[in-house]
């Protein structure tokens, strides 16, 4: 049950930067001409390693899809499963690795844009 609160938690908005409203509700394509760049790279791919130990009782290597949302200010506003890895503690765990991620922000015209984009988050039983 704690899980699930945590998954509902995580997909909450963050007060997302620029982005317009109808972009909160659900993933959508945005036009940019540079896509966004990690910035944190050693902290973020940090976080999926302490959410894939942090997952219990996932008796096989499995991988949840998720989507997150990356404002002008290059935070990820929104998370969400994309495709479920079919357990509910690793989907948790991987929206909040999701959050960890930093980004130079997409950019379009020269201007910062808020964009969808997909992150895979693998779990693997020896971790």
């Given at each position: 049950?704690?899980?699930?609160?945590?998954?509902?938690?995580?997909?909450?908005?963050?007060?997302?930067?620029?982005?317009?409203?109808?972009?909160?509700?659900?993933?959508?394509?945005?036009?940019?001409?540079?896509?966004?760049?990690?910035?944190?790279?050693?902290?973020?791919?940090?976080?999926?390693e302490r959410a894939a130990r942090s997952v219990g009782g996932v008796p096989h290597e499995t991988s949840a899809l998720v989507w997150f949302l990356i404002d002008i200010e290059g935070r990820v506003a929104v998370a969400q499963i994309a495709r479920?890895?079919?357990?509910?503690?690793?989907?948790?765990?991987?929206?909040?690795?999701?959050?960890?991620?930093?980004?130079?922000?997409?950019?379009?015209?020269?201007?910062?844009?808020?964009?969808?984009?997909?992150?895979?988050?693998?779990?693997?039983?020896?971790?």
């Open positions: 049950m704690f899980a699930f609160l945590l998954m509902l938690a995580l997909q909450l908005p963050l007060k997302p930067v620029g982005c317009d409203s109808a972009l909160l509700d659900k993933p959508a394509r945005t036009p940019m001409s540079v896509p966004p760049a990690i910035v944190n790279r050693a902290a973020a791919f940090d976080a999926i479920s890895s079919g357990y509910e503690v690793a989907d948790s765990a991987a929206l909040g690795a999701a959050r960890a991620f930093r980004f130079q922000p997409a950019r379009h015209n020269d201007k910062p844009v808020c964009v969808w984009m997909r992150l895979p988050v693998r779990f693997s039983s020896g971790r």
